[in-house]
């Protein structure tokens, strides 16, 4: 991925999993503050989008560091944005089905 490069390609990798742990941190602490009313199906959704995400990223950079630039680009543009469009349907989703507030 950095070609000529020893040190910023582990880096970029312990940035990335370091971004994992934040991100499965705050997301509990994000649902609560928006009441999403967040429930075992509904984590697996939204888990298995971020998996689904993390995967594509994964997979461009990494066939962008095998000298395959055209595929990794292509593979991020058409998977990442069909994910982009999925993810803010599951957003829709989950804010749509939010439990209403008791008065």
């Known amino acids: 991925m950095f070609p000529q490069s020893t040190v910023l390609d582990p880096l970029f990798w ?3 999993g370091a971004l994992q742990v934040l991100v499965f941190a705050g ?4 649902a609560k503050q928006y009441a999403l009313g967040m429930n075992g199906w509904k984590w697996s959704i ?3 989008w971020w998996a689904s995400l993390v995967l594509t990223i994964a997979g461009a950079f990494t066939l962008l560091g095998e000298n395959e630039g055209l595929a990794g680009w292509y593979f991020l543009g058409f998977v990442g944005t069909a994910l982009i469009i999925a993810g803010a349907v599951i957003l829709r989703v ?3 089905l939010k ?3 008791k008065q």
């Open 99 to 101: 439990p209403k507030a």
């Open 46 to 48: 939204v888990g298995g």
């Open 94 to 96: 989950l804010i749509v």
């Open 27 to 30: 997301g509990n602490q994000w």
């Open 14 to 16: 312990m940035a990335f």
